[in-house]
């Protein structure tokens, strides 16, 4: 079945390896707190153990460049989307306060993305990411 809504990662290439996997998983804690609608049912294997519940729709992760990801960044702001962003900033702290105080301390156009993460309608987020190559 196909969904009316999107999710989609966009990192920075260029990053190191655990670079981008630490971003990625962020962005999608971020993601995961969109809506109530946003995570499925949980899991649970023959045995009875029980594992927690994870997106209901596929995740799409691109790759992108400083001037790809400021672009998709004000496509996804200007239209009104769920948007999680990790900048450069967030690699030098170490808490949560930290984090969004580097945020917080840089207007939206000079953010160094190195990953943003969207979720919304799916023409909206096909428009967002449009001319950005899956992450391979």
Same mark, same amino acid.
């Given at each position: 079945? #196909?969904?009316?809504?999107?999710?989609?990662?966009?990192?920075?290439?260029?990053?190191?390896?655990?670079?981008?996997?630490?971003?990625?998983?962020?962005? %999608?804690?971020?993601?995961?707190?969109?809506?109530?609608?946003?995570?499925?049912?949980?899991?649970?294997?023959?045995? !009875?153990? #029980?594992?927690?519940?994870?997106?209901?729709?596929?995740? $799409?992760?691109? %790759?992108?460049?400083?001037?790809?990801?400021?672009t998709a960044?004000?496509?996804? $702001?200007?239209?009104? $989307? %769920?948007?999680?962003?990790?900048?450069?900033?967030?690699? %030098?702290? !170490?808490?949560?306060?930290?984090n969004r105080?580097?945020?917080?301390?840089?207007?939206? !156009?000079k953010l160094? $993305?190195?990953?943003?993460?969207?979720?919304?309608? #799916?023409?909206?987020?096909?428009?967002?990411?449009? !001319?950005?190559?899956?992450?391979?």
């Amino acid at each position: 079945m #196909r969904s009316d809504t999107k999710i989609a990662v966009i990192v920075r290439s260029g990053l190191a390896d655990w670079q981008k996997l630490n971003v990625t998983a962020f962005l %999608a804690g971020g993601i995961a707190t969109a809506t109530d609608e946003v995570m499925g049912e949980p899991y649970e294997d023959g045995s !009875g153990n #029980r594992y927690l519940p994870m997106f209901r729709e596929p995740v $799409l992760c691109f %790759a992108a460049d400083a001037e790809e990801l400021a672009t998709a960044h004000g496509r996804a $702001l200007s239209r009104g $989307l %769920a948007t999680a962003v990790y900048t450069d900033e967030l690699f %030098a702290t !170490g808490n949560d306060a930290d984090n969004r105080a580097a945020v917080r301390a840089v207007e939206a !156009g000079k953010l160094t $993305l190195a990953g943003l993460a969207v979720y919304g309608p #799916r023409n909206a987020v096909d428009r967002t990411t449009k !001319g950005l190559k899956l992450h391979g």
